[in-house]
Structures are given as C-alpha cells and as structure tokens.
C-alpha cells in the first residue's frame, strides 16, 4: 500500500528530479511517508526541518526562500502560521494541504500566489493519502477529488446504495490503500 501511494503520488508529477521538499511533519504522522520517500523515488531532494524550526513561521519562510524548496506538504494551520510571518508565497511552489479541512478562504489565499495547490484527503484507516485534487483560484468549493490510483471512493447512503453525484451521503473506500 505504502508503494502504491509512493507512485501514485509521483504519477500526479508532484515531484521531479529537480524538485526540493521541505519536510515539516513530525516523523510520527502518516504524511511524513510523503515527505521521506517521495523523494527517493522521484529522484529530488529534502530538506528536513526540526521540530523547532517547523513551528515557527519566520524560520519557514526562511528556508522557503533560502533552499529553493519547490515542494511542501503542511496542515491549513501550518499554511496560516506561514502566512501570518509575512510570506507573500512563491510561484514555484507546490502546495500539498492536508491533515485538517482546508477552508476556503485560505485556499483563495494560497491559489494565486504558488505554482499549485493540492487538497489532500486520507482517514486513519487509509495509507496517507486517499484521494486529492489541484485546487485553482475560482474554485467556490473545497472538494475531496478524486480517489488516487487504485483507490475507489464511494457516496452511499444510510442502506449501503449508491448515491447521485453531488448528493451527500457516507464515504466508503476501498482499494490496496485500504487497511483490512
């Protein structure tokens, strides 16, 4: 599951050769597999920050523009503590959001100043990430997106059916990400 998130990830072209990531997420959180791994497979490179230096918003964006980062996964809380120092973003960075909901206002923050901008959906049960989808700037609504390579996501209602799209409805997932 952990190599199908992997290449999943990279088919999206998240990351190249070129690219640098700064790591920010603790080593005990599920989303760092994204930032260790990715890449290693995609031929990048890291830059690993400590745990001081990722709560802190000046010292982010900091190495933000000192290392060239190219890459960066965070929380809609890191993204804000980001913003608050006085980042004006940067077009040649790919924004990965996950981990909280991403509200609307900050992703119409976050559009215009970065090269692009993912929202990231994974529950507990999944490896990581479920589904994701580029967000654009005259996005009105935050959507989930689309379930990654072999990955399947289901609206089912309170009898297991299946429901219209755009209806609500409970969200089932199935496919080699899942946990049995």
């Keep these: 599951s952990v190599i199908n998130f992997l290449l999943a990830m990279r088919n999206k072209n998240l990351m190249a050769p070129h690219d640098k990531l700064l790591a920010v997420t603790t080593l005990s959180f599920d989303i760092a597999v994204l930032e260790l791994y990715l890449p290693l497979i995609s031929g990048g490179s890291i830059y690993l920050a400590t745990s001081s230096e990722a709560m802190d918003g000046q010292v982010l964006k900091n190495i933000l523009e000192t290392?060239?980062?190219?890459?960066?996964?965070?929380?809609?809380?890191?993204?804000?503590?980001?913003?608050?120092?006085?980042?004006?973003?940067?077009?040649?960075?790919?924004?990965?959001?996950?981990?909280?909901?991403?509200?609307?206002?900050?992703?119409?923050?976050?559009?215009?100043?970065?090269?692009?901008?993912w929202n990231m959906y994974g529950p507990t049960e999944t490896t990581v990430w479920s589904s994701c989808k580029r967000l654009l700037p005259m996005d009105e609504v935050i959507t989930i997106g689309s379930g990654i390579d072999n990955t399947l996501l289901y609206i089912l209602d309170e009898n297991h059916k299946h429901r219209p799209i755009g209806a609500s409805g409970e969200l089932f997932i199935g496919g080699i990400g899942l946990a049995k």
Excluded: H, N, Y
């Design 67 to 117: 290392k060239k980062i190219s890459l960066m996964q965070a929380t809609p809380s890191t993204w804000r503590l980001l913003l608050a120092s006085g980042w004006k973003g940067d077009k040649s960075l790919k924004i990965l959001c996950g981990g909280e909901a991403f509200p609307i206002d900050l992703a119409k923050t976050l559009t215009p100043i970065c090269l692009e901008v």
